[in-house]
């Protein structure tokens, strides 16, 4: 079923956007299913598991953190991780450059824009994200690759639309002004199992799904 899943997600998906799946909480043996299927982007969410998975799984695997960042659990994963989604603030910002520097590598980020009308969610204001041109300077280990946003939880269709077009506009913004002349500075991961193909209509790059692909999750085994 995993297969079959993966597959009727990938022929929808129009040229340039990308899947991520989202595995957090599933077996090894769910992943390798889904690795033999083709799939190669997957995406965590716990700093530990991320680690331990990485560990046993294909080293082929493009590994991307999609949870909150908590800075103490960096150097779990930015060792290898291929990308860090939802960086909120320029305190995890510099948080990733300094792990990274421990690692010896260069770590690509997306930040993450709060467009969502939820005070829960996290996420740059969007007029943060015009004024980042001096702490940007000073990171030396982060490439900023890109947007993450999360869109408002509700049924309400043109609600969800509404807020992945304001992603979408402000990462055009930055795409012509502070990221101008950056070639990296190239994805916008919008887009969930529930909502995914809105934020595929304006113009995500990465999408990330999880129960479309591997079913309802087990939260019970969440270790507290």
């Known amino acids: 079923m ?14 340039g956007v990308r899947l991520v799946a989202v595995s957090k909480l599933k077996p090894n043996e769910d992943i390798a299913e889904a690795y033999r299927a083709g799939q190669r982007l997957f995406g965590e969410n716990y700093a530990t598991e ?3 998975k990485a560990a046993a799984l294909p080293k082929d695997i493009e590994w991307h953190f999609i949870g909150h960042l908590q800075s103490k659990q960096l150097k779990y994963y930015v060792p290898f991780v291929s990308m ?3 960086v909120d603030s320029v305190e995890h910002l510099e948080d ?9 590598r260069t770590v690509d980020v997306l930040l993450q824009v709060h467009v969502a ?12 994200l015009e004024t980042l ?7 030396a280990h982060v490439r900023v690759c ?10 309400d269709v ?6 992945f077009r304001q992603a979408r506009r402000i990462f055009e913004r930055l795409q012509a002004g502070l990221f101008a002349g950056q070639a990296s500075f190239d994805e916008l991961s919008m887009g969930m199992s529930h909502d995914w193909q809105v934020a595929v209509d304006e113009g995500s790059t990465l999408i990330r799904l999880g129960t479309s692909i591997f079913g309802e999750r087990d939260y019970s085994k969440l270790k507290r």
């Open 84 to 86: 860090i989604h939802g």
């Open 2 to 15: 995993i297969a079959e899943n993966i597959a009727k997600i990938q022929a929808a998906l129009p040229a």
């Open 117 to 128: 009308q939820e005070e829960t969610k996290f996420g740059f204001a969007p007029e943060e």
């Open 133 to 139: 041109d001096a702490p940007l300077a000073s990171l």
């Open 50 to 52: 991320l680690r331990d």
């Open 146 to 155: 890109g947007l993450m946003a999360m869109a408002s939880h509700t049924d």
């Open 158 to 163: 043109a609600r969800v639309r509404a807020d």
């Open 96 to 104: 990733v450059d300094h792990a990274a520097a421990k690692a010896g």
